[in-house]
């Protein structure tokens, strides 16, 4: 079955450490976003990939650095430059833009919980 | 700017209340999408429906209900007769031509038996 896999579920940092978070999807979407959903908060835009080699920033992009070097594979990197890394991140993927098909909405992983200690 | 707002923030129900979720979305553009997801506890976001701006014929899938009004620009949600199984986060979400999906901040939904 096709999908999106996000790795490790949980995840514990000790304060001024990088972390990477891994996501890699097998649907043969172009389009990568990265999203932090903070308790009682929606979902925020942190960084997406319309398309390999090519990323943009999102809302809340300052802390957190990414690669898309391969179509299947958007590891997130949560730098210590972070300063509330605590929260549930969430990958998606989708048709890519330019074909209209990501008015479909995307595809989500089931998401990776970072508690910094 | 494009914002989705989601007013409840909780609401709890006894089984079988039909329960009603409310959403009201800012978008400038003419050509858009809006979406409803579900989050139970597991943590990923489950798909519900997808609405463009062009469509305004509600939709009924079960037990659920969408009603889409523009001149209201609201997105509401219905559950019949609610179970459970319903307990979850929703969020309702907006799609336009930046083809980015800004969400609303969510509303739990508890069931109680």
């Known amino acids: 079955d096709g999908g999106i896999t996000q790795s490790p579920k949980y995840l514990f940092r000790k304060e001024g450490q990088n972390v990477t978070l891994s996501c890699e999807q097998n649907?043969?979407?172009?389009?990568m976003y990265w999203y932090r959903q903070d308790p009682g908060q929606g979902l925020r835009l942190i960084y997406y990939s319309q398309i390999v080699n090519d990323f943009q920033k999102g809302d809340i992009a300052e802390g957190y650095s990414v690669s898309r070097e391969k179509k299947e594979s958007f590891p997130l990197t949560v730098t210590s430059a972070q300063k509330n890394p605590t929260a549930f991140y969430l990958c998606?993927?989708?048709?890519?833009?330019?074909?209209?098909?990501?008015?479909?909405?995307?595809?989500f992983g089931s998401g990776t919980r970072l508690t910094v200690v | 700017a494009q914002k989705v707002t989601q007013a409840q923030t909780e609401i709890s129900v006894v089984e079988k209340e039909d329960v009603t979720l409310d959403c009201v979305y800012e978008?400038?553009?003419?050509?858009?999408?809006l979406f409803w997801y579900k989050q139970p506890p597991s943590g990923e976001l489950v798909f519900l429906i997808r609405?463009?701006?062009?469509?305004?014929q509600n939709e009924i899938s079960g037990r659920y209900s969408w009603n889409f009004q523009k001149s209201t620009s609201s997105f509401n949600f219905t559950i019949t007769a609610s179970q459970v199984v319903d307990s979850a986060v929703y969020f309702c979400?907006?799609?336009?031509?930046?083809?980015?999906?800004?969400f609303g901040s969510g509303t739990r939904l508890l069931v109680r038996p």
């Open positions: 609405r463009n701006s062009f469509d305004e």
């Open positions: 978008t400038r553009d003419t050509t858009y999408y």
């Open positions: 649907l043969n979407h172009d389009a």
């Open positions: 998606a993927s989708s048709i890519p833009t330019f074909t209209g098909g990501s008015s479909y909405g995307y595809t």
């Open positions: 979400a907006l799609m336009d031509s930046s083809y980015k999906l800004i």
